[in-house]
């Protein structure tokens, strides 16, 4: 799977960087896009039928995202895993 781009939604930047997870999220992101899935592994929430994926920011965040017809990411809630 050959990513073009990530999208998010409005208001994902600014729940990061209330966190302190902006520099964390860039770098995942780098990383997707250059196919590094070593820490970034992409993983299907139930139901698996449902095409809702998530990979890791961290130990404790996620990025929800859904994919469109271009190969773009689209990521539309970070979800705090614990």
Known sequence: MIINNILEDEGILKYLE??????????????VLKNINSWNYFKE???????????????????IWTIDKDWDLLIYKIDNHQ
């Open 18 to 31: 209330k966190r302190n997870l902006l520099e964390q999220y860039k770098k995942s992101k780098i990383n």
């Open 45 to 63: 929430r139930k139901p698996k039928w449902s095409n809702i994926w998530y990979f890791r920011i961290n130990k404790q965040f996620r990025a």
